[in-house]
């Protein structure tokens, strides 16, 4: 299907990342066998496993693989109990994840959230509110807007005559024209590819920041008439997930927005291990570089148990090849693989109901197992 070898660089982390990371791997191989590809896996440690193995979350011998690979497979980073032992610089997220974002300038997220019809039971809303299925496509500015924005810090400060001292915290939220320009531009596309409809989400009736998101999105969308578009504030759009899922298609989020939205989504499709994501840079002539990860985080409370979902880091796969190789075929392969071990009954815990008559409780290695096999 392709000469060209795929080089991944596949950094599985901290927690669950390691099993999750597995079985994503041995479910490319069987891609690679189906497909005639040849894919050139290399893995390195981040997080707190690149701390214990090189004295910081995002050693430089890993950097320098990201930069040689076309892609990033990542699993997770940060364990709760040792966070709080370094200074927050050097902790996983900011020191390896949000700098990866940077290095990279992966400036858009994109976290699709489907409801597979036999996980209704899995979905938190009543089956009324599922209608016939949810399918929403988040769209996430990822570089700019509060996690990004400067000045970011604690400072203390005094409070009058009593002199007492008080921590003051501040952190900024900025966004260019430029760079919702950008990002409205990938909603659009990626509507058109879908259901045609993009709900920008803002906070224009209490931010300069919504204002100004609001008129840059409204411009761009005039170079798309045959996509319809809505604005939302974001708070209403937190209720309209809950109350009515299925009006949506695609949700355009600045960063934080789009950071709490997206975790509201993932519960409706029934479990944040069924949550894929990826975060992508400008395509050059060389392709898209991409970053490919389970929304979820490092569960280190199941870790090592043979119990978390590796769904998530396995349809990660499957955006991996899509939007850095273009090989969809082979997405299709992986998405449909999952679909057919849904449909035959696997669950891992997380997504297992005792009511389904025909349902089976599995672990992390069977289901990765089930999942190369029906590739």
């Given at each position: 299907?392709?000469?060209?070898?795929?080089?991944?660089?596949?950094?599985?982390?901290?927690?669950?990342?390691?099993?999750?990371?597995?079985?994503?791997?041995?479910?490319?191989?069987a891609v690679e066998?189906?497909f005639a590809l040849?894919?050139?896996?290399?893995?390195?440690?981040?997080?707190?496993?690149?701390?214990?193995?090189?004295?910081?979350?995002?050693?430089?011998?890993?950097?320098?693989?990201?930069?040689?690979?076309?892609?990033?497979?990542?699993?997770?980073?940060?364990?709760?109990?040792?966070?709080?032992?370094?200074?927050?610089?050097?902790?996983?997220?900011?020191?390896?994840?949000?700098?990866?974002?940077?290095?990279?300038?992966?400036?858009?997220?994109?976290?699709?959230?489907?409801?597979?019809?036999?996980?209704?039971?899995?979905?938190?809303?009543?089956?009324?509110?599922?209608?016939?299925?949810?399918?929403?496509?988040?769209?996430?500015?990822?570089?700019?807007?509060?996690?990004?924005?400067?000045?970011?810090?604690?400072?203390?400060?005094?409070?009058?005559?009593?002199?007492?001292?008080?921590?003051?915290?501040?952190?900024?939220?900025?966004?260019?024209?430029?760079?919702?320009?950008?990002?409205?531009?990938?909603?659009?596309?990626?509507?058109?590819?879908?259901?045609?409809?993009?709900?920008?989400?803002?906070?224009?009736?209490?931010?300069?920041?919504?204002?100004?998101?609001?008129?840059?999105?409204?411009?761009?969308?005039?170079?798309?008439?045959?996509?319809?578009?809505?604005?939302?504030f974001v708070d209403?759009?937190?209720?309209?997930?809950?109350?009515?899922?299925?009006?949506?298609?695609?949700?355009?989020?600045?960063?934080?927005?789009?950071?709490?939205?997206?975790?509201?989504?993932?519960?409706?499709?029934?479990?944040?291990?069924?949550?894929?994501?990826?975060?992508?840079?400008?395509?050059?002539?060389?392709?898209?570089?991409?970053?490919?990860?389970?929304?979820?985080?490092?569960?280190?409370?199941?870790?090592?148990?043979?119990?978390?979902?590796?769904?998530?880091?396995?349809?990660?796969?499957?955006?991996?090849?899509?939007?850095?190789?273009?090989?969809?075929?082979?997405?299709?392969?992986?998405?449909?693989?999952?679909?057919?071990?849904?449909?035959?009954?696997?669950?891992?815990?997380?997504?297992?109901?005792?009511?389904?008559?025909?349902?089976?409780?599995?672990?992390?290695?069977?289901?990765?197992?089930?999942?190369?096999?029906?590739?």
């Amino acid at each position: 299907m392709s000469s060209k070898t795929l080089k991944i660089a596949a950094l599985a982390g901290d927690g669950i990342g390691p099993e999750v990371m597995r079985e994503a791997i041995k479910v490319l191989r069987a891609v690679e066998k189906k497909f005639a590809l040849t894919i050139n896996i290399t893995e390195a440690p981040v997080g707190w496993a690149g701390i214990d193995a090189a004295g910081k979350a995002l050693p430089d011998a890993t950097l320098k693989l990201c930069k040689e690979s076309d892609c990033i497979l990542f699993g997770s980073v940060g364990l709760p109990d040792r966070d709080p032992t370094i200074p927050k610089e050097e902790r996983p997220e900011r020191a390896a994840l949000l700098r990866l974002r940077k290095e990279f300038s992966l400036f858009a997220n994109l976290r699709p959230v489907k409801l597979p019809k036999e996980l209704s039971h899995a979905c938190p809303l009543a089956k009324e509110r599922q209608g016939t299925g949810i399918d929403i496509l988040v769209v996430r500015e990822l570089t700019g807007g509060m996690y990004f924005g400067q000045p970011k810090k604690t400072e203390q400060i005094s409070a009058g005559a009593s002199k007492a001292t008080i921590l003051r915290a501040i952190d900024t939220m900025v966004y260019t024209t430029p760079e919702i320009e950008r990002i409205a531009h990938v909603a659009f596309k990626t509507a058109r590819l879908r259901r045609k409809k993009v709900t920008s989400i803002d906070k224009a009736n209490v931010l300069e920041n919504g204002v100004l998101w609001r008129d840059v999105v409204t411009t761009v969308a005039k170079e798309y008439p045959d996509v319809q578009l809505e604005h939302m504030f974001v708070d209403n759009g937190a209720m309209q997930l809950v109350l009515k899922p299925t009006q949506f298609d695609v949700m355009l989020c600045e960063n934080m927005f789009g950071d709490i939205l997206s975790d509201e989504a993932a519960a409706l499709g029934g479990s944040l291990g069924m949550l894929p994501s990826a975060s992508l840079g400008s395509a050059g002539s060389t392709g898209q570089f991409g970053f490919y990860e389970p929304a979820g985080g490092t569960a280190p409370d199941i870790a090592g148990k043979n119990l978390a979902n590796p769904i998530a880091q396995i349809l990660s796969t499957a955006l991996m090849l899509r939007y850095t190789f273009n090989l969809n075929d082979a997405a299709l392969a992986i998405e449909n693989a999952v679909g057919k071990v849904i449909s035959d009954g696997l669950r891992t815990g997380d997504i297992f109901s005792a009511s389904e008559t025909n349902a089976r409780k599995v672990g992390t290695t069977e289901m990765g197992d089930a999942i190369a096999a029906a590739i």
